[in-house]
């Protein structure tokens, strides 16, 4: 069974500190892997998607990793600030075989990040 | 702008009733979904569709209708079999389902939490 496991359940982080949030997955075959970021309320908003011959990538404060040989990815956060509350939710693609059909998503149970001044 | 409009945001519904929550985007998106969030748990899949007039059934479709006329709307019905319909529920769009692993990022709306009185 295709699963995402996150952790930790919840962070409290000081602004201006950083953090680093872990994903596991046993999703196969694997595709990709996505990190979003879900306001309160809100839906959740793509922040970096990595394919299997990716190993990092970066937007802006944010900074996703990949190691596909022990199937864990750790979403790294510099410099936070109070606008980084939210869930980040962790999201790995399987692949179809014959590439035409829907690919299955397998989403992790988010990561609740509260920044406090 | 485009986006992803869903309403109503917060809606409330007596046992029994069948209620429609309304997705419409205006990306130009082939690929549209539904999904349902509850506290502590991953996003799970009801139902997606990939053109018009044609839509398949997720990971926990039962209880649940939708129907695809246009590109640009997807509506889901909450029915009266759904027997614990109180949840967060998420509409996504992406450009195309195809391809390996569904490599497209998914552009979610603002969310409808529906609650069952």
């Known amino acids: 069974k295709n699963q995402v496991e996150q952790s930790p359940q919840s962070l409290i982080i000081l602004e201006g500190k950083n953090c680093t949030l872990q994903c596991n997955y046993t999703v196969s075959p694997f595709s990709n892997l996505r990190w979003y970021k879900q306001d309160t309320g809100r839906g959740p908003v793509s922040l970096t998607i990595?394919?299997?011959?990716?190993n990092t990538k970066s937007n802006g404060r944010y900074t996703a990793t990949l190691d596909a040989d022990t199937k864990q990815s750790s979403l790294h956060i510099t410099a936070s600030q109070l606008s980084d509350s939210a869930s980040y939710i962790c999201v790995v693609s399987a692949s179809n075989a014959g590439g035409t059909s829907y690919g299955k998503l397998t989403f992790g149970q988010g990561t609740i990040l509260t920044v406090h001044p | 702008d485009g986006g992803i409009t869903q309403s109503p945001k917060y809606l409330f519904r007596k046992e029994g009733q069948n209620v429609t929550l309304s997705c419409e985007q205006n990306l130009n998106h082939d690929a549209m979904y539904w999904y349902r969030q509850d506290p502590g748990q991953g996003l799970r899949l009801i139902y997606y569709?990939?053109?018009?007039?044609?839509?398949q059934k997720g990971d926990i479709a039962e209880g649940y209708s939708v129907s695809r006329e246009k590109k640009e709307s997807f509506p889901l019905t909450v029915t009266s079999a759904q027997k614990n319909p109180t949840a967060f529920y998420l509409c996504?769009?992406?450009?195309?389902?195809?391809?390996?692993?569904?490599?497209?990022?998914?552009?979610f709306g603002a969310g409808s939490r529906l609650t069952v009185l």
């Open positions: 996504a769009s992406s450009p195309f389902s195809g391809g390996a692993g569904g490599a497209n990022v998914l552009t």
């Open positions: 990595m394919t299997f011959s990716e």
């Open positions: 569709s990939q053109i018009v007039n044609d839509f």
